[in-house]
């Protein structure tokens, strides 16, 4: 990646020394307005515009960078910085210590090394934030929301994780903007009062709701079904301390080669947890993550650690009990400032 900083008159003189020399797939980091030196007593040259711009073009070098390697500090110093201890160290220990993905971190730390052989670099904050930003961005991938033609939807997860609730908002959302050909359709057995929980989610949408005991009549629903735009399955919640109850749930959802299996992640599930519970669910093919719970935690980090960890995509974050308003699309400018939001600059 190639990272430089421009003075122009104005953003639009900048923007275009940007796309001259670094072409149209250049990303801004940075914008700010700046004073030129003094002409004379108390007289300043006019105001111009730094911006700082980056595209993804390997580096000819990358200096040493002071020796650090943020994963050589001890536990616990995180927030302290040395006699000695540059911006660009600053800035890193910060990144370290708010819980990020090692690899990541390291990836980032030779962004910053190869940004500071830029002579026109001046060590700015803001352009190392919003180079996090891009590398945030770069690690995340996102499934498309839309669909052509029949889709089959599953919905796996622990239980308590919002399964339900997620199938229901996307089935209202779908209904109302895109197609009324949606059949929903549960395996839920178990819990007492989930089928007519989802019964009744169904008459208020005016959907059809199928029920399957066994695998096999999972099947023939999808069969029966196959005119539909869509299906959409809520499972029962599947412990991660068992590993039977979750082979039961492949057995029913490899009875079609079409069904996709989105898996149900809560934001307020402590990292080692999150990683136990995505593998064990990988027993199933996985399609995409779901987030749930966003608005009952700030601690974003974890979450975005999986995504960079197990290489899934991610198609949706929800939060509160609204339908089908507390659901949306995840975007990667989304997940990116998820993260900021959950590190301490100060």
């Not at 122009?8 to 900048?14: F, P, S």
């Not at 499934?143 to 599953?154: E, H, M, N, Q, V």
């Not at 999972?218 to 590993?243: K, W």
């Not at 949706?316 to 089908?324: D, E, I, N």
Request: hydrophobic share 40%; glycine share 4%; charged share 25%.
């Amino acid at each position: 990646m190639q990272i430089k900083q421009y003075v122009a008159k104005d953003i639009q003189e900048a923007l275009k020394k940007v796309k001259e020399e670094m072409g149209s797939e250049a990303i801004i980091l940075s914008t700010k307005k700046i004073r030129n030196a003094l002409r004379g007593p108390g007289l300043y040259s006019p105001s111009m515009v730094e911006v700082v711009a980056a595209v993804d073009r390997p580096s000819k070098s990358s200096p040493e960078f002071s020796g650090w390697d943020p994963l050589a500090w001890p536990a616990g110093m995180e927030k302290v910085r040395g006699p000695k201890e540059s911006e660009e160290e600053l800035f890193l220990r910060k990144i370290h210590s708010a819980g990020l993905f090692p690899e990541f971190v390291q990836g980032l730390a030779e962004e910053i090394r190869a940004f500071r052989k830029e002579p026109s670099a001046k060590n700015l904050t803001e352009a190392y934030r919003g180079l996090l930003s891009w590398k945030l961005m770069e690690c995340v991938e996102v499934t498309d929301p839309s669909f052509k033609g029949p889709r089959i939807w599953s919905f796996i997860g622990p239980t308590g994780i919002g399964k339900t609730t997620t199938l229901v908002k996307l089935a209202a959302h779908f209904r109302l903007k895109v197609t009324d050909r949606i059949t929903l359709i549960t395996i839920d057995t178990y819990r007492i009062g989930a089928v007519e929980q989802l019964k009744q989610y169904a008459q208020i949408l005016r959907l059809p709701l199928e029920v399957a005991f066994h695998p096999e009549e999972l099947r023939q629903i999808i069969e029966r079904n196959r005119h539909q735009d869509l299906l959409l399955i809520d499972t029962a919640g599947r412990s991660p301390h068992l590993m039977k109850p979750i082979e039961e749930l492949r057995d029913f959802l490899s009875v079609h080669p079409k069904i996709e299996n989105h898996l149900l992640l809560s934001a307020t599930t402590k990292e080692s947890d999150l990683e136990w519970i995505v593998e064990r669910f990988r027993l199933l093919p996985i399609s995409s993550y779901i987030f749930t719970k966003i608005d009952e935690t700030t601690q974003y980090v974890p979450l975005f650690n999986q995504l960079v960890r197990f290489k899934k995509p991610l198609s949706y974050l929800t939060k509160g009990q609204s339908v089908p308003e507390d659901i949306e699309p995840a975007t990667k400018p989304k997940v990116a400032n998820m993260v900021l939001s959950a590190i301490t600059w100060n």
